[in-house]
């Protein structure tokens, strides 16, 4: 499998599937998760609300993945997924390792062969983006998956930076 980064807005991708940095509501928030229903339209949240009415009556938990339609996006389907809250006192990076194989799962049941991802639980639940990258990539690059590509998604030049520089220490 081939990992690239690449600087934008995960909305924008011409991927097979994009990863959405959801919460475990599934109806929508901030972020990616907003940009993603905003630019999508309403079609994603119906899927979401039939999700939370069958197979994930309490909410999708922490480190899981599942996938939508993408809407209008130019995806073909989302695949939301939700990172754990950053503590300093508990060390969840299994729980953040395991939102990257699990979205690679699901990747895999869609038949999905290129996968764009942000930087889960880096924004609003707070991981440092350092670490956060590390995980990602090292999760990514040992997990086996039919997926051809998997497109690292940076919304600004540091968050590009501090990945590039993950990047390059991994496979060094
Ligand atoms: P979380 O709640 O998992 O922390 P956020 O959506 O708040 O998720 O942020 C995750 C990361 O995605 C942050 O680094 C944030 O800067 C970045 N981000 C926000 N919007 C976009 C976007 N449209 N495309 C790509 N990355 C984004």
Known sequence: ???TLVRGDITEQAV???????????LGGGGVDGAIHRRGGPQILEECRVLRASRYGGGL?????VATTAGRLPARWVIHTVGPVY??????????ASCYTESLKVADELGAAT????AVS???????????????LSAVRGASTRVAEARFVLFD???YAVFDEALTRLTA
Do not use: H
């Not at 097979?16 to 599934?26: E, F, G, H, R, T």
């Not at 938990?61 to 993945?65: H, I, V």
């Open 61 to 65: 938990p922490t480190g899981q993945a």
């Open 115 to 118: 996968v764009a991802f942000p």
């Open 87 to 96: 503590a300093r006192k508990e060390d969840r990076s299994s729980l953040l």
């Open 16 to 26: 097979d599937a994009i990863v959405n940095a959801a919460n475990s509501s599934l």
């Open 157 to 159: 030049a540091t968050a």
């Open 1 to 3: 499998m081939e990992i």
């Open 122 to 136: 880096t924004g609003v639940y707070g991981w440092p983006m350092d670490d956060g990258a590390r995980i990602a």
